[in-house]
């Protein structure tokens, strides 16, 4: 991750933070947030997120690693920088409360795989996930008010992306973003609400 890419992130969790406080509106926040996802240097990201980052002499404690951003309780496993998970000739998923790794590379090859994020903890606002999927199912189910970006390159091959059960809730600053290959396959991305969410979402749940 260069430093430019560090700053933006360092740059959305100020803004969600704002936004869960209340000191920032939803509409500001989507604003902004498309400005910071398209700065072209530091300064830029600065002057975004000037009125919302803290002055003065204090400086928090230095963590043993980064505070989760999603859905809320720390785990012990710090995350990994890569995570490569396998189907071959076989079925998989992998749910549940997991820490989430800030890349994902997904290998299918004649075998069906779920990955379910609902319920992960996030230690990034941006995931990265790159496929190789071929002759295979690949089912990749996010957390509702997640911006997903699919750049896969795909080819004699089926994706489909439902927001159906989550239209209209607030954006929660997570980006998941698709690249890799994808032949003769069938990739669905679905958008759900994890069990216990409420329905005004993210940011009731922050403010809880």
């Not at 240097?41 to 003065?56: E, F, W």
């Not at 496993?77 to 998923?93: G, M, Q, W």
């Not at 790159?130 to 997903?148: K, S």
């Not at 973003?177 to 032949?183: A, E, F, L």
């Amino acid at each position: 991750m260069d430093e430019l890419e560090a700053d933006r992130h360092q740059a959305i969790r100020a803004l969600s933070a704002a936004l869960s406080a209340d000191r920032l509106p939803v509409e500001q926040f989507e604003s902004r947030l498309a400005l910071v996802r398209q700065a072209p240097n530091r300064a830029t990201l600065d002057a975004i997120v000037a009125d919302l980052t803290p002055t003065g002499d204090y400086e928090p404690a230095v963590q043993a690693h980064p505070a989760p951003l999603y859905p809320g309780p720390a785990s012990p496993v710090a995350p990994a920088e890569v995570l490569r998970i396998a189907t071959i000739l076989s079925s998989s998923k992998r749910a549940g409360s997991w820490t989430v790794p800030y890349r994902l590379e997904l290998k299918v090859l004649l075998g069906d795989l779920t990955i379910d994020l609902r319920d992960a903890v996030f230690y990034s606002d941006l995931l990265e996930i790159e496929l190789d999927v071929r002759l295979g199912n690949l089912a990749l189910i996010v957390p509702a008010g997640t911006q997903v970006e699919n750049e896969s390159e795909e080819r004699w091959s089926n994706t489909t992306h439902s927001t159906r059960s989550t239209r209209g809730l607030q954006p929660i600053g997570l980006l998941v973003r698709i690249s890799g290959q994808v032949r003769w396959s069938n990739v669905e991305i679905k958008e759900k609400r994890r069990a216990g969410d409420p329905p005004t979402g993210w940011r009731k749940l922050l403010s809880g």
